[in-house]
């Protein structure tokens, strides 16, 4: 069991005060690999974004 | 001046927007983009301000913007990852990363800086370094450690959402005392919260600072529980305080460390001094009362109208 399934109570309202994370940029996706193909690994030089890989996940 | 927020449902970026002419305000989050984007190429962008009127940004015509929030809470309720409906988000959140990357836009808060800001164990570690008194706080998998470290009672604290939805109903995680029994069934690290020593709260302090003003509002800690936001009375009985100088030093030392020209942060004050708990650099401010709620979104409004 997690802590969130462990600890959250269900209230009627909701807080006023639960600004949740901002939503983080999202990073790009790993390639499939086809199974026909070798995979070759590439390097991706300018990309920032890498964390944050969920939508609507605590920031980075 | 572009106001990143959800301006029909958040009065936080109206209470700034109200301040500026409607003309020249650009009002935009990642749900609005086709509405307000009119063109964005590699030396300008074109976004429709409030007035209907077009807003060129570019290196002769730069701007100034504030982040409340990339999008409303909750736009990706039910979204699967992987799916049509997340490549819909992630691409619009990517064009807003662009344009609040822009280097003709000066922000209350970058957004390279919002992040980071964000995570309370990066704010804990400038507090340290900023000479600002914080809990005790550990993350480990062992229940029995953390009552070692920090006594037979202790705080648990998320580090993801304090609040998610389950089979259509809201839970929401408050901050309380827990014991390591109650842990022995769970694991510490598959979601994992930050654990901290109880602070016996004789009052609670909400800091709110817009680049280098700040105002400092208290609410006694009496008969309220840990969580103060589970008492609904609470929410509105914070009165302005005059009597912490040095809140208000460690409460701006705090900001130029992250970075950040926009803060709502929590502190409590025990029997030693005051504590940092928190801050949040796109946090909510108009429960407090009315002397802080006008000056907060009048500086935010004057120095987005500075040129």
């Not at chain 2, 074109?46 to 002769?60: C, I, K, N, Q, W």
């Amino acid at each position: 069991m997690d802590l969130y399934r462990l600890l959250a109570d269900t209230p009627h309202t909701l807080p006023q005060q639960a600004d949740p994370p901002q939503p983080s940029e999202p990073s790009r996706p790993a390639p499939r690999p086809s199974p026909t193909t070798r995979i070759t690994m590439t390097v991706e030089t300018s990309d920032e974004e890498r964390s944050g890989a969920l939508l609507g996940s605590v920031a980075p | 001046m572009i106001l990143v927020g959800d301006h029909a449902n958040d009065p936080h970026v109206r209470a700034v927007a109200d301040q500026l002419p409607a003309n020249w305000v650009v009002a935009l989050d990642a749900t609005r983009q086709a509405e307000v984007v009119r063109r964005l190429d590699l030396h300008r962008t074109v976004l429709t301000d409030m007035a209907g009127g077009m807003v060129e940004v570019s290196g002769d015509s730069p701007g100034r913007g504030w982040i409340r929030r990339l999008a409303p809470a909750g736009w990706d309720q039910g979204v699967m990852l992987g799916g049509h409906a997340a490549a819909v988000l992630s691409s619009r959140l990517t064009l807003l990363a662009a344009i609040l990357r822009d280097p003709s836009v000066s922000w209350v808060t970058s957004v390279d800086d919002l992040f980071p800001a964000e995570n309370k164990l990066v704010q804990y570690r400038a507090a340290l370094t900023a000479g600002v008194r914080v809990p005790r706080t550990l993350i480990t998998p062992s229940p029995a450690e953390l009552a070692d470290e920090l006594g037979a009672e202790f705080i648990m604290k998320p580090l993801g959402p304090g609040n998610f939805e389950d089979r259509d109903r809201q839970h929401v995680v408050y901050t309380r005392p827990v014991r390591a029994g109650e842990l022995a069934q769970a694991d510490l690290l598959d979601a994992p919260f930050l654990a901290q020593e109880v602070i016996a709260a004789r009052r609670h302090l909400r800091v709110v600072t817009v680049r280098e003003q700040v105002w400092v509002t208290e609410l006694d800690a009496t008969g309220l529980p840990v969580d103060w936001r589970r008492d609904a009375a609470a929410h509105h009985a914070f009165t302005v305080a005059e009597a912490w100088p040095e809140v208000e030093r460690a409460a701006l030392r705090l900001t130029a460390a992250l970075s950040v020209g926009f803060s709502s942060q929590d502190w409590v004050v025990d029997d030693t001094g005051p504590v940092f708990l928190d801050l949040n650099p796109g946090g909510q401010w108009l429960f407090l009362p009315e002397a802080v709620t006008g000056p907060v979104a009048r500086a935010l409004a004057q120095w987005l109208a500075e040129r």
